[in-house]
């Protein structure tokens, strides 16, 4: 089994990403491993350290973060979150292919420190359907929304930065389309330098 890549997951809220990326884990659960968060936070009920979060004291964040252990990180109403690297590596290691769902500042912070990895950005297809969901949630209000559109403004301006934009028009050809990109990844030569090097070896003892 080769080693596994890292696969960046940016949107809009209501773009579906969060439910792109738990489909992927239900019918794949052996190739892909979901990245898990640190955070100062307390557990809410039935949370568990390792799954949902690593959950860490300010100390040990901040101990985190000064030795250069997390690929990017935030404070949110006094709490950090953080994304730590050991668990990524040891999932790339185990040949799993990990999904980052993180905001577009901290992707790109996650590909300076580590190049391999793959931005993705998922879109609905206008921004007339991006309202349409939100409002069909149910959850925002008029005000909320107009804030989440602002954001998406400001998001999309970094979309070019992004290896791959995602549309998610209807949802199993966008689930679909996520595998496509996974194994397009694969198969470059970059990531066959293993292959190519044994077949080297092997038609070099041929001659």
Excluded: C
């Excluded at 579906?16 to 239900?26: A, F, Q």
């Excluded at 690929?71 to 994304?83: I, L, P, Q, S």
């Excluded at 292959?195 to 070896?201: F, G, M, P, Q, V």
């Amino acid at each position: 089994m080769g080693k596994g890549l890292l696969f960046v997951v940016s949107g809009f809220s209501g773009a579906g990403k969060g439910t792109i990326m738990k489909m992927l884990l239900e019918r794949f659960p052996e190739e892909f491993s979901l990245s898990v968060s640190a955070t100062t936070r307390d557990p809410r009920p039935g949370e568990t350290d390792g799954k949902e979060y690593f959950f860490k004291s300010t100390e040990e964040f901040e101990a985190m973060i000064a030795d250069g252990m997390l690929f990017e990180f935030a404070r949110y109403v006094d709490n950090y979150y953080g994304t730590p690297k050991q668990f990524v590596f040891d999932e790339l290691e185990r040949g799993k292919d990990v999904l980052l769902e993180i905001e577009v500042q901290g992707a790109l912070q996650v590909k300076l420190q580590y190049p391999k990895a793959v931005l993705v950005f998922v879109t609905p297809p206008s921004v007339e359907e991006l309202r349409r969901r939100l409002e069909n949630r149910g959850t925002e209000t008029p005000e909320k929304i107009r804030k989440r559109i602002a954001r998406a403004a400001e998001e999309v301006k970094e979309a070019e930065q992004y290896d791959y934009i995602l549309i998610n028009d209807d949802l199993e050809a966008a689930v679909d389309d996520f595998q496509k990109i996974v194994k397009a990844e694969h198969y470059r030569s970059a990531n066959q330098a293993e292959l190519i090097n044994r077949l080297k070896d092997e038609l070099g003892g041929e001659k």
